[in-house]
Each structure stands twice: as structure tokens, then as C-alpha cells.
């Protein structure tokens, strides 16, 4: 039997004249001379622009996400505007016309909320915190001046021994004044001034495990430049006369002073310091100092040196927010 018997055209077990069979192949060959080909275009500049577009991507969800946090949708807008229109109405004609009576008890956005931020507070309570260091053996007060979980606070109460103890930092929080306190986060430093003696500190993760919330409870501002002589301040904090250990932990307190006089620093402010009539436990330290608005006004400070171991010290908040960086503070204004 020679080879030209073997390929007879009768016998269909090589047919070189059809495709059939071969399509899917040569399809398949054309694909991946394809991505080779581009493959091998592709340049390093190619790869530093794709790794430029991630980058962008990544600081957009950032931004969008602090965007959120601080802008409430028009809906809510809508509905603190509808509930101060119906409770201020005094005429029947104005309440029909603006708010129907049959809508306004529906509304769930209280009429003390500012319609730009309504996370922020004037409730000192949702907002003292204590801050607890048991490796350093300090415990102290802060307040929560973001919601994205920023702690404002004394840089003493935080200060290192220079041995890391303030690695870490506890932060408890009581649900009410008839409450002991409970450990709820942790927190780290992220900024701080030894010459202010003021430190900022970030809610990183929960005491118990469990997820973060998005968003927490921050107090509101006030100037400190509308303080004056004579005012009344009241002082919120875990003073340490009520503390007698970590494992009974000093119920929330609050203190009332006024303002007796004014201290002026250099290269700080002529209202550096302001001097209150009542002296300031040293578990007081970095709480807040509030008037008569429920407005943080500035940060208390005991001080236990010198000729000032018998008053009372409170920071302006108008020098703190001079000093550090906005991103860490949600204006109510």
C-alpha cells in the first residue's frame, strides 16, 4: 500500500481541504498572539499610570467618604427645617400652609440639630470620655471633637515614660450619669503639642472586637474669644477624687466655676489661659470647660506647680483650633 493510497480523497481521516475542526484553533492562536502583543507593548510608563489611577481611586473614597460624613442628605435638611417651621408657628394659617400637624410628629430629626452637621452635639454626656493608660498608670478626660473619632484631650495625660506605656490607650464612656463608665474603644496619638499641653487621639478599634461605627458623637464649638470676665463655665470630666482604681472606675462629674481672670503667653495669644474660681481635679485634665450653650469652649487643665497649684487652668479652644490642623475638628458653623 504506498503513501498515496493512504490519503486517498474518499477517506475522510485527514481532509486538509475543510476547516472544520480548525476554526476554534486558529481563533484560539489569534486570541493569544493578541495579549502577547499587548502584553509586550505595554512600557513602564504604562505600569505608573495604571498604579497613578488606583492611587487617585483610593484618595477619592477617602474624600468622598469625610465628604458624607459632614454633609446630611437634603432630605434631612428638609425635615429640621419642617420641624423648627412647625414648633415657632404661632398662627394657624402659617402651620397649615408650611407643616401640616399630621406630618411633623413623624420627623425624627431633633430641632437642636445644625441642618449642616448633624452628628454634632450639645450634649457633653454623648461626648466626655475617659481616657485610661493602665501600663503608665494615668487616667484622664477627653472629648469627641469628630466623627471620624478624633479625641481632643491634655498632652500630659498621654505623655510617654519612655518606655512606650501609651501604646495603649483605653477610652471609656458612660451611657449615663448614674453610670460607671465602660471601656468601649482604643485610640493612639496622632497629634500632639507639649507646649500647648494639648494631644489629639484616634478611636482605632473596639474594646470588645466588634466593628467601629461609622460615624460618633462630636460636641459642638464655641468661641473663646466671647468669653468674659465673670462667666459661668461648667466642667466635664472624671475627676480622680472618684476614681479608686481600674476596676472601679470614677462616674462622670460636673463642676461648675466662672472665669476670675485671664493669663497671657508668649508667642500663644493675650487669652492664653483662662483662670477659673474653683480648683480643677487632676482627673479633669482634658475634659471640657463649656458655657452656657453647651458649647465647648475650652480644655481644663489642673495645675499642680508653681503658684498656680490652687487654680484652676482652661486652654481656649479658639488657641487649639489656631494651632492644629481642621481636619481633626467638625465645625457645627
Request: contains cysteine.
Amino acid at each position: 500500500m504506498g503513501i498515496d493510497d493512504f490519503f486517498k480523497e474518499e477517506d475522510d481521516f485527514l481532509d486538509f481541504e475543510s476547516d472544520i475542526g480548525f476554526e476554534e484553533f486558529n481563533n484560539s492562536k489569534d486570541f493569544f498572539s493578541a495579549f502577547y502583543k499587548l502584553r509586550d507593548s505595554l512600557t513602564i510608563k504604562h505600569a505608573y499610570f495604571l498604579i497613578a489611577i488606583v492611587f487617585i481611586g483610593i484618595i477619592g473614597y477617602f474624600i468622598n467618604y469625610r465628604f458624607n460624613l459632614n454633609n446630611p442628605t437634603e432630605t434631612a435638611i428638609i425635615s429640621v427645617t419642617t420641624t423648627t417651621t412647625s414648633t415657632t408657628t404661632t398662627t394657624p394659617t402659617t402651620t397649615t400652609t408650611t407643616a401640616p400637624t399630621t406630618t411633623a410628629p413623624t420627623t425624627t430629626a431633633p430641632t437642636t440639630t445644625n441642618p449642616t452637621n448633624l452628628g454634632n452635639s450639645n450634649e457633653p454626656l454623648t461626648s466626655t470620655v475617659m481616657v485610661l493608660l493602665p501600663d503608665c498608670g494615668y487616667v484622664g478626660s477627653g472629648t469627641v471633637i469628630s466623627k471620624l473619632g478624633f479625641i481632643l484631650t491634655n498632652q500630659h495625660v498621654v505623655s510617654d515614660d519612655k518606655f512606650g506605656c501609651n501604646n495603649n490607650i483605653i477610652i471609656a464612656i458612660s451611657a449615663s450619669g448614674d453610670k460607671d463608665p465602660i471601656p468601649k474603644y482604643f485610640a493612639k496619638i496622632v497629634k500632639e503639642s507639649e507646649f500647648l499641653d494639648i494631644a489629639i487621639l484616634e478611636i482605632t478599634a473596639s474594646y470588645d472586637g466588634t466593628s467601629l461605627p461609622r460615624a460618633f458623637k462630636n460636641i459642638c464649638f464655641g468661641s473663646s474669644d466671647d468669653v468674659e470676665l465673670g462667666d459661668e463655665l461648667l466642667i466635664w470630666g472624671y475627676p480622680d477624687l472618684r476614681w479608686t482604681s481600674y476596676d472601679s472606675l470614677g462616674r462622670i462629674d460636673v463642676s461648675q466655676g466662672f472665669v476670675s481672670g485671664f493669663d497671657a503667653e508668649s508667642n500663644v495669644s493675650e487669652k492664653a489661659w483662662f483662670s477659673l474660681s474653683s480648683t480643677i481635679s487632676s482627673g479633669n485634665s482634658g475634659g471640657g470647660a463649656y458655657n452656657s450653650a453647651g458649647e465647648l469652649v475650652g480644655v481644663t487643665t489642673a495645675v499642680t506647680f508653681g503658684n498656680f497649684s490652687s487654680r484652676g487652668l482652661i486652654r481656649p479652644i479658639n488657641v487649639v483650633l489656631d494651632y492644629f490642623d481642621s481636619f481633626y475638628f467638625d465645625s457645627c458653623r
